[in-house]
């Protein structure tokens, strides 16, 4: 399910974008939904971390602008894909201070839209799926959106954001095939986590980004910290 956050106080506008998203949304055949916000007060009012996707942001707008909008979930739901839209590019500097992921000038074309789209949510590569078989058959998961993977009464439990799968398999059987993807760090025993979802580090527990706290084996703290600050390195050298 993919879930978009509209925030802009024209209706006129609003109306517009949305039409055009569930255009270009029906033929990819995924499942959205689509919430409109008047003004960014409306939408700090309503925020939830991971309740969306992707938000779609007008900057130019009034007590609550754009920019402040796009803080708010930088600082507290950093999953979020952010798209600024505007009509005119003098904020392109700063929207790279709150990492936004495009930048719409209106009135844009529905081409810019779809390549928005495929740039914030590009097609799963296959050689980035995991194979997890369940006792009702077999699910394709894109790495992407694994959290961790927990071992549970010795079989291998999958969080993802919003919720977890049983896997049939063991832990061991399931995270194989993650062992050469760097992303992906054992932190103790029968816990594998992916880097980007972590969240934030307190004390020995890293908090990820569906709010899982799990602990750091002391054995491997040290080695495992110095992973998790290489990674988060590259992550950010990657955006420079």
Known sequence: ??????????????AVLREALERELAPRSAAFTIEEFASGEEFTAAFVPRRYDAAFIDIYMGEVSGMEVARLLYHRDPACRIIFLTTSQEFMLESYAVRATYYLVKPFAEERLRQALDF?????????LLTV???????????????????????????????????????????????????????????????????????????????????????????????????????????L
């Open 120 to 128: 914030c949510f590009p097609a799963p590569d296959p050689s980035d």
């Open 133 to 239: 078989p369940t006792k009702s058959g077999v699910q394709m998961l894109s790495r992407r959106e694994i959290v961790c993977i927990e071992s549970i009464a010795r079989h291998g439990v999958v969080r993802l954001c919003e919720y977890s799968i049983e896997s049939a398999a063991t832990f061991a059987e399931l995270t194989a095939p993650l062992e050469t993807d760097n992303r992906f760090l054992g932190i103790g025993r029968g816990i594998l986590i992916q880097l980007g979802h972590v969240a934030a580090q307190e004390g020995s527990d890293f908090i990820m980004d569906n709010g899982l706290r799990l602990p750091i084996a002391r054995r491997c703290r040290s080695e495992v910290l110095r992973s998790f600050q290489a990674f988060a390195l590259r992550e950010m050298e990657r955006g």
């Open 1 to 14: 399910m993919l879930r978009i956050a509209i925030i802009d106080d024209l209706s006129a506008d609003r």
